[in-house]
């Protein structure tokens, strides 16, 4: 069965989350949540720019962990969509992919 | 337009019983070398027949015979005192011989180079004087010495300047760096042409943040034209990286809280398509240091004075020393010359094997927290640690040497040899790490980079150098502010 994977919203945040292909609109909730992580809410943006990030995230095909390594220069680019200042950038990424990571690993990993 | 040089642009400098930290060089100041000639072995061909023509040959293939020794001639003024030429003829011990070139420096300042061509390991092959008289007065001259040199090589020192590189990949701070290259003529199937200087692979910690990230390799194929990120999916996230290096066709890393090695397909890393080992097999302690002569013969220093041996990553490593030799002290690091010569340090101590199987403490061992050890010749052991003097021994630990740094230097954190001329030294002060360099097998360091009007990029502390020629190296550490990571390239 072929899947595909879908924005749902959520609490105001854009979820990517995987269904089966042929999965009406409806039950989009109840497909399998790829990211980004419930954590994502500890991430120090109001909440406007907040959603704005997730919608950006999904848009830019960043639904998990893996999806985040050797693209940092896009990361960089939603950021600036964002109106975030370049100096804020790197610790911005950070934060974001270590609580991807901790979602998709698990702290406990190794 | 460069600037083409003359031969006014070159000034001799010798340094009796080679370059070393305890051998001043000698300025030459009344004379000149000869000419350079360095044969690179006579180019042979071999035919077969001509499948085209009967009664032609075309070339089947070619082999080149060895490089010879670089001979000149040393010609200098003869005068009323003591012969040096002489001297050291008699003598017949080997010497250095550097030609310092410059347009704009004072000749007089051996450090302050704009290039240099250094002849290591010089002998003295014969001795001519000028005419011992002259029966008329238009037979008058001055009275010259000259003597036969024949020396093993030629190295280039140049100028150097240094950039930081994947400021983007980079995002925690480095802790180790290593070149997994070697010079190709990319004649062979799968093979790319290299300097030897393309292959380069950086590890960053990933404990530097609360919770902290998967601590991850940053690697170029073609010396940061493309940058690759790997994360050591197999690690804890947040885990500590102690050390990393190149180990045949793989790059191992070395990390704390869960001691354990890491490693991965150096190649794999550069595609993008890296699938990472984790491996605990012999590891009693934390492997803290790795020193690797070749794809089967790595040494791994850890914590408690262990010493292990890895052939190969997957079989993990088995215990050449329980501590015993260190007194169960921490090896912060290992290093070596060879597959024999390896040695080992940690605070208050330093150990030695020279058979690549036992350790012993040394002598006696630098009172200081070491941090970083090197050969610079088979015989001559450097380190340094905590404070601003590096420590050097050739009689594993019966004497000890040191040479002292601006008291600015809180810390010593790496010494490297690229040769036992050219070295680095990555020194760390108050507002950030330095590095230092020396042409002349540690007798003098200078504050690189050589022109002031440069510096090394603004850091809070520098924690690994790689050489891969004498001319280009890079280095990794921590960005100012203490969050980020630096990753740097030095080149001529």
Request: proline share 4%; aromatic share 8%; hydrophobic share 40%.
């Amino acid at each position: 069965m072929q899947n595909k994977i879908v924005a749902v919203k959520e609490g105001g945040l854009i979820y990517a989350t995987l269904v089966e292909k042929d999965t009406p609109p409806k039950e989009y909730s109840s497909g399998i949540r790829l990211g980004p992580p419930d954590t994502i809410v500890e991430v120090k943006l109001t909440a406007g720019l907040l959603a704005k990030l997730t919608e950006l995230l999904f848009e830019f095909k960043f639904y998990s962990a893996p999806d985040f390594m050797n693209r940092k220069p896009e990361l960089f680019v939603i950021f600036q969509k964002l109106g975030i200042p370049t100096k804020d950038h790197k610790s911005l990424a950070k934060h974001i992919i270590s609580l991807y990571q901790q979602d998709y690993f698990g702290v406990n990993n190794g | 337009m460069a600037n083409v040089l003359t031969v006014g642009a070159n000034r001799i400098w010798l340094i009796e019983g080679k370059a070393g930290p305890a051998n001043e060089p000698q300025y030459i100041s009344m004379g000149a070398l000869g000419a350079l000639d360095w044969p690179q072995g006579d180019v042979t061909k071999f035919e077969r027949p001509s499948d085209l023509q009967y009664n032609q040959w075309i070339e089947a293939g070619s082999f080149q015979g060895s490089a010879d020794r670089v001979t000149s001639t040393l010609t200098t003024y003869e005068t009323i005192g003591r012969s040096t030429m002489l001297t050291l003829i008699r003598k017949k011990c080997a010497l250095d011989l550097q030609i310092h070139k410059g347009i704009c420096t004072d000749p007089r300042d051996f450090d302050g180079f704009e290039k240099v061509w250094i002849v290591p390991n010089v002998l003295l092959s014969s001795f001519a004087s000028a005419e011992q008289g002259a029966l008329e007065g238009e037979g008058q001259a001055a009275s010259t010495e000259e003597v036969g040199v024949s020396g093993t090589e030629i190295i280039e020192v140049l100028r150097m300047a240094y950039t930081e590189v994947a400021q983007t990949q980079v995002g925690e701070a480095v802790v180790a760096v290593d070149v997994c290259d070697s010079i190709n003529c990319g004649d062979c199937e799968g093979t790319t042409q290299s300097d030897g200087c393309q292959r380069v692979f950086a590890v960053t910690d990933g404990s530097s943040s609360s919770p902290g990230v998967l601590p991850q390799v940053v690697a170029t194929g073609n010396s940061f034209s493309t940058i690759v990120e790997s994360w050591i999916s197999t690690a804890a996230i947040g885990t500590v990286v102690n050390d990393a290096g190149c180990v045949g066709a793989n790059f191992v890393v070395l990390v704390g809280s869960t001691p354990a090695i890491h490693y991965a397909s150096s190649q794999d890393i550069i595609d993008g398509v890296a699938s990472w080992t984790k491996v605990t097999t012999g590891l009693t302690t934390e492997p803290l240091s790795i020193y690797n002569y070749s794809p089967l013969n790595s040494f791994i220093s850890g914590k408690s004075g262990y010493v292990y041996a890895m052939s190969n990553p997957a079989d993990g490593v088995t215990t050449l020393d329980a501590g015993v030799a260190a007194g169960a002290v921490d090896l912060e690091a290992i290093n070596g010359y060879d597959a024999e010569n390896v040695a080992a340090v940690g605070t208050n101590i330093a150990i030695y094997s020279r058979n690549g199987l036992t350790f012993s403490a040394m002598t006696t061992s630098p009172t200081a927290a070491l941090k970083t050890v090197a050969y610079r010749t088979i015989n001559e052991i450097w380190m340094g640690g905590t404070g601003a003097t590096v420590y050097y021994t050739s009689d594993y630990g019966a004497h000890w040497a040191t040479k002292s740094f601006p008291a600015a230097v809180t810390g010593v954190k790496r010494i490297v040899w690229a040769n036992s001329s050219v070295g680095f030294i990555l020194a760390n002060t108050a507002s950030g790490g330095r590095v230092y360099r020396t042409i002349n097998g540690g007798y003098s360091w200078y504050l690189a980079p050589e022109n002031a009007s440069l510096s090394v990029p603004t850091n809070s502390a520098l924690t690994d150098i790689v050489i891969c020629e004498p001319n280009k190296v890079f280095i990794g550490g921590t960005a100012q502010g203490g969050a980020d990571g630096i990753l740097i390239k030095g080149t001529d």
